[in-house]
């Protein structure tokens, strides 16, 4: 039935019966791709917990982890402590293997969003879900938006922690996404719309994107890799203790420059291939652009992160970022 439930939402239609039962669990079906676990008894640690894949379409990886997930769910090997709303989030962007049908969706989860269009749609859909499901939980918040990365990194899992200035994450959660398997992590320093961000920023949730591989088509995926961040999802839908490493073990950046795009003649310096979090050397001219001119590094060296040259004008063409050491414990 959940298994099911994945796979109608892949396909366009929805399933005959939108409520059911597992053992221990009362699961709802709230929208297309919108799935709510509620438990009969949540454990006293229990999170809130939203889980989210597929808001790019072409990201598969995370979309085969919650299939593996729900099938563990339905065949009773993974309990349900805790509330959980499970988003699968592009599903049109999914069936065509593209990023988005029309515009880029993690960029518009802004409250009096007016933009038109099935991404716009989606969005206002999306938060009317979290805020919903928030409203009706008072536990602590957590959402861990699942991704993969359109090139190569030298840090193939990363986390992405949005800026809020009043949220300040908590320690444990370095801990957890460690004993996940997550190798580096980048800090926002400033707001930034995507679905993460909305759960931070109007929740206080305790909420990161979570950027889990490269990008590859349905069944070329290496799930064997992704083994201990299904470990943390379990434990956290179980309501239990996730496992925890030493985040001392993981690298971590600071956002310390955004580079526009602002004219349409223009260009990145390096190649297209160059991987995530490529570090590149005081004096290094990194992009050409008629209007805003050169950008060349100075005072230290800056790592790239999501380099993308043909973003639309006014858009984001790469992230900036230096090393800082890890969060205090
Ligand atoms: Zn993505």
Request: glycine share 6%; aromatic share 8%; hydrophobic share 40%.
């Amino acid at each position: 039935m959940l298994n099911d439930w994945l796979e109608l939402t892949l396909a366009g239609r929805q399933p005959e019966s939108r409520e059911g039962r597992l053992a221990g669990v009362h699961f709802v079906i709230h929208d297309p791709g919108v799935l709510e676990l509620r438990p009969d008894k949540s454990a006293p640690d229990a999170h809130a917990c939203i889980i989210s894949a597929g808001i790019h379409g072409n990201e598969t990886a995370p979309i085969e982890l919650l299939g593996e997930l729900l099938a563990r769910l339905e065949a009773g090997l993974v309990s349900v402590g805790a509330p959980v709303l499970i988003i699968l989030g592009n599903p049109p962007a999914i069936r065509l293997g593209q990023r988005f049908c029309t515009t880029n969706l993690n960029r518009l989860f802004q409250r009096g969003l007016t933009d038109e269009g099935d991404e716009p749609q989606r969005a206002r859909q999306l938060m009317a879900a979290v805020d919903d499901f928030y409203a009706r939980h008072s536990r602590p918040r957590l959402h861990y938006d699942l991704h993969t990365a359109i090139r190569d990194s030298r840090y193939p899992r990363f986390a992405v922690e949005p800026f809020d200035d009043t949220v300040v994450t908590n320690p444990e959660q370095w801990r957890w996404l460690a004993g996940a398997g997550l190798q580096a992590a980048l800090h926002q320093h400033q707001h930034s719309w995507t679905f993460s961000h909305y759960s931070k920023h109007y929740h206080h949730a305790q909420a990161f994107t979570l950027e889990l591989g490269k990008v590859h088509a349905f069944g070329d995926n290496d799930l064997a890799a992704l083994r201990p961040m299904r470990v943390l999802l379990e434990a956290l839908i179980a309501g239990g203790e996730p496992q925890e490493k030493n985040p001392g073990n993981m690298v971590f950046f600071r956002v310390a420059h955004e580079l526009m795009r602002e004219s349409e003649d223009f260009a990145l310096c390096f190649p297209e291939d160059t991987p995530n979090f490529s570090e590149f050397a005081v004096g290094t001219r990194l992009a050409r652009d008629a209007s805003a001119g050169d950008f060349t590094v100075s005072d230290a060296p800056l790592a790239v992160v999501f380099p993308n040259a043909k973003v639309e004008i006014g858009a984001r063409a790469a992230l900036l970022a230096r090393k800082t050491p890890p969060p205090d414990d």
